[in-house]
């Protein structure tokens, strides 16, 4: 049976710090598939909140209109605060995804009331608005934070594993969490250490890591041939837009159809 290839290209909206790396996305797809990433020329070095979200907006839009241009079949953004991702579905026809909505929605699948392991108690508001935006707040228990700046997380090792951990109780104790999301992308590799630690204390809940789940979530659309409504995400309104004549998003801007 013929196996379909995919490109997929993950935004990280920030500008580049070092800790984001192409391998990093290895082994998350088939050898068959093309898996790269881009970081952005300017704009904050972390994602931690709205003020942030904000200033990496345009410069991630940017990215994914490229994207597209250079022929991937599908983009993720490399953030749990899905900076950019309505507004690059507007600007592109392949599918676009953010992590926070992938994961939320595919927690509801795997239980009934889920948690956000976030890295500060600072994000509970974002992800109190994303579950209502996101139509899942009904089934969102909780955010509960370690309170590790994202900057310092790689550098944490066991100690962020160990602060999950007791987050994670809390959650599933406390909050009647039964499905627990990992809040940021930058939590590498701990996923399957604490859904391993949490089953020794009898807590069997499973643990989504997002990067891996989004991508290989991104491989299925692209291979199903499927994308966003334009019905819900319109092309952009041809209009002159101001400062942004030799970026990527001035390229949309000539575009026609239904503008909604």
Known sequence: VERMSVHIRVVTPVFPTGLTHQ???????????????????????????????????????????EAEAEGAD?????????????AGREAVSIPVLGP??????????????????????RMRALFDAQARLYGVSTAYASTRAVEIPVLELEAAGDELVDRLHKAAVEAVVQDWADTLVLGCTGMKGVAKKLQERLAADGLMVPVIDPIPTTVRMAKVLAA????HSKAAYPNPHPKRLFGFEGSALHTVTGRSGDDG
């Open 74 to 86: 599908a983009v993720v953004v490399d953030c749990m605060e899905d900076p950019g991702v309505r």
């Open 23 to 65: 391998s990093d996305f290895e082994g998350l797809l088939g050898a068959e598939d093309c898996i790269d990433f881009v970081e952005l020329e300017e704009g904050p070095v972390s994602l931690e909140g709205a003020f942030d979200e904000a200033l990496a907006a345009a410069a991630t839009v940017a990215r994914i209109i």
């Open 224 to 227: 199903c041939e499927l994308t």
């Open 100 to 121: 926070c909505e992938t994961c939320m929605h595919l927690a509801c699948t795997l239980g009934r009331r889920f948690s956000i392991l976030s890295v500060s108690a």
